[in-house]
């Protein structure tokens, strides 16, 4: 089973994105676990401030790494060398096994430097980043963030071994790797924080990202892959990943920078209000995470292979069919959102030191983060297309300018008494531009139309059906409220439970009754999926069986 399960490939983007979608679920729940039990061991109180403050240089620089040197470059330029129409039982190969050998090696010793450089420089960045921070609280940070600068090197490793299963379209170990990830941060809370306090789940970080390491190392091992120490780090594909990198990483730098900026914002305006602010960030990531990156991750190597084969009319056709099912998805997740934030909060964060002050604050911030969840969700399709066409520049200036217009918007709002949830706010008006920006760039960038007359016919069924969907949770949510006590986490769990599996049926229907193409793909996917066997035909002449 295991074997078999550490083999399984995927050629649908479809089948593909809902393998990931199940494991991303799967993940954020365990995320919603983690985030529960850190508020409520720790309240939105400044130790969680340090926390998630000692987070933030690491975390720029796994971002850095990750996203610039796999989602931008290393999956097509492997893909290139690993030959266009490999199998993928043909194991890796000589070549494509230099290349992955000579960019673990110089990604290695690149991590390695970088984070004796962060271990070094801590005390003199971190004052620069908490600036609402006294001395002693700031001393804990920089602890902290010393400790965290392992987790990059184990990540970034990592997802190189992840880049080679998505390449060979083993997505199912992929996907399970954030999985053991959270489950490391869980164990430290449980087992450590009792006793060491914060330090528990910073033990947790580095646990946890050394299991995704192990599980996606072992994963492309039975995928033909054995790493050796390369001395050749300036390899050709290395250099051509390098070429192709450096706008990402500026890019990413921009938006990385941008969220170090939000949270010094954020520590001048009281104890939790970082937390609040990353909590509600957190739960916003979670429909983003599983609809956006998976069917983003599913459908990069698709669109990879035909933007190397130069046929921009198909990777027309499979992007704007991405978009579709990606829109259907999260409108409905973001009228969600809108209307059960505070049963959201309460339910998932609401426990011990997490009281009802926070939960509001939460909420609110969240509403606003929802805001531009459908914006959030297609970037990471869209900066994928880019790459996959060899334009890292257009997400960069997308990104840069975006950032500045978030800046902007978060001081002018935060000056008007909007505090954490006018951060959040700021945000989501930068992540709306950047998104049309990087659209406009790619119409541009394949000459042609990318099917939008589709893609709004689409988008505006499934805005109809999510219209209903309101409706009925709006209806739901009084009803119920009526029949349960709110005053208690069940009766509030309830309600949102209720109303959430009530609304939903409410969308499905209307979608498929008004003929919207991705409600009956999916029922028709299904129905492929788990239709029973044909049962075979007896021949009685000679007994054979045929089909």
Known sequence: MLKRFLRSTHSSVTFAALLIGIASLLSRLMGVIRDRLLSGTFGASRDLDIYYAAFRVPDLVYNLVVGGVITAA???????????????????????????????????????????????????????????????????????????????????????????????????????????????????????????????????????????????????????????????IAHAGVRKIGRLTLPRLVSLGAAQANLLILTSIASTL?????????????????????????????????????????????????????????????????????????????????????????????????????VSLFAQALWPLLARACFA??????????????????????????????STPGLALAFSIGSIFTTVWVWSSLRHAVGRSLGEAGIIKSAALTSVAALFMAGAMQGAKIVIAGMVDMRTGAGIFTQGLGAGVIGIAVFASAAFIMGSEEARSVVAMYSRRFAPAPVPEVHVEDGSIGA
């Open 389 to 418: 066409l060899g334009d890292a520049m257009s997400p960069l200036w997308a990104v840069i300018a975006g950032v500045a217009i978030e800046r902007l918007a978060a001081w002018q709002l935060v000056q008007h008494g909007f």
């Open 74 to 232: 290393f999956i097509p330029v492997f893909t290139q060398y690993l030959g266009r129409h490999a199998s993928p039982d043909d194991g890796v190969g000589e070549e494509a096994s230099k290349l992955a050998d000579a960019l673990i090696s110089a990604l290695g010793l690149l991590l390695v430097v970088g984070g004796l450089a962060g271990v070094l420089l801590a005390p003199w960045f971190v004052p620069k980043i908490t600036p609402g921070f006294n001395e002693a609280d700031a001393y804990r940070v920089t602890q902290l963030t010393r400790l965290m600068f392992l987790s990059p090197f184990f990540l970034g490793l990592s997802n190189v071994y992840g880049g080679i299963l998505q390449t060979k379209r083993r997505f199912a170990v992929y996907a399970l790797a954030p999985i053991l990830y959270n489950v490391g941060i869980i164990g430290g809370t449980l087992l450590l924080a009792p006793r060491y306090g914060i330090m528990g789940p910073t033990v947790g970080v580095i646990a946890g990202s050394f299991l995704h390491l192990s599980v996606q190392m072992y994963a492309a091992w039975r995928a033909g892959y054995r790493w050796s120490l390369s001395r050749d």
């Open 270 to 370: 009281g104890a939790g209000s970082i937390s609040v602010f990353t909590l509600a960030n957190n739960l916003q990531l979670f429909p983003t995470g599983i609809i956006g990156v998976s069917f983003a991750v599913a459908a990069f190597p698709a669109i990879s292979e035909l933007a190397a084969q130069h046929k921009k009319e198909e990777f027309g056709l499979a992007l704007a069919r991405t978009v579709k099912n990606i829109l259907f998805l999260i409108i409905p997740a973001t009228v969600g959102i809108l209307l059960l934030r505070a049963q959201i909060v309460r339910v998932v964060l609401g426990t011990g030191r997490f009281d009802w002050g926070d939960t509001i604050a939460t909420a609110d911030a969240l509403a606003f983060f929802g």
